[in-house]
């Protein structure tokens, strides 16, 4: 982007992602020489159930947010600065892994991730809001399909993936992901998702915040396993690092 400037000192914000004018909108009138920066938020379009429940069932368009402290000295001539943008949506695949070797069904489970993430101030941090109740854009069925003589080697795969997109996880608080068993009316799991992308961490990442962490990912897979139909509480797959659980309680 080529700015003419003159000589001063200037702070320079940046929101990317809201060309397709579905996913976020900036709250402000931009109005050259009378917007203050403080006024440029920016929030997730959503929709409203029946009840006045707020939710998302749709892929939201990548938001990226930059802030950048510049001075302009009085002397002539082009002077490169690079600001670093920050992405704020998050693709979350879960898949249900059943272990018994049943069809999976994926009319038969309801995926719902929940959070307070579809408001953002100038500074990027997340100003208070409605709870959003995320659902899935993308939900199949998918399996290995093995010959006979493959199954006397191979256990079959059975499962069921769906893929949500959310917005900014904050450490301090965790967006919920719930997965329902919809024939039985049983909830299958109920995990606070920050939390459980925390624990994989790894120590290659040590040296950044928790924030950091969750800021420098954009994608988070999980591998959730039920035998026939139960919830397996033994291990949970994230990211491809696995998880032992001692404590069964997922809250």
Known sequence: IRLTLPEGHYDLLAWGGLADE??????????????????MKVKMLRSHDNAGAAYRDTDLEALFHGMLGLVIANEPGTYKATMSLKKNTN????????????????NLFTFEIT??????????????????????????SIFT???AAERSR???????????????????????????????????????LAKYALLVKGNYNK??????????????????????????????????WRVVINDTGLE
Request: proline letters at 2%; aromatic letters at 6%; a negative charge.
């Open 115 to 140: 959070d307070r993430s579809g408001l953002y101030n100038y500074d990027n941090s997340r100003l208070d809001d409605e709870v959003i109740t995320y659902k899935p854009w993308h939900l199949e």
């Open 154 to 192: 191979a256990t079959e795969i059975n499962a069921v993936m769906a893929e949500l997109t959310i917005g900014r996880m904050m450490a301090a608080e965790s967006p919920i992901l719930t997965v329902r068993n919809s024939e039985k009316g049983e909830e299958v799991l109920k995990l606070p």
């Open 22 to 39: 579905e996913s976020f909108e900036i709250l402000a009138n931009e109005e050259i020489g009378t917007t203050r920066i403080e006024e």
């Open 91 to 106: 693709v979350v695949r879960i898949v249900l892994h059943e272990m018994s070797g049943h069809k999976m069904d994926e």
């Open 145 to 147: 399909d093995l010959s």
């Open 207 to 240: 040296g950044m915040d928790d924030q950091e962490y969750l800021d420098r990912q954009d994608e988070y897979s999980l591998t959730l396993f039920l035998d026939d139909g139960e919830w397996v509480s033994a291990q949970i797959i994230i990211n491809g």
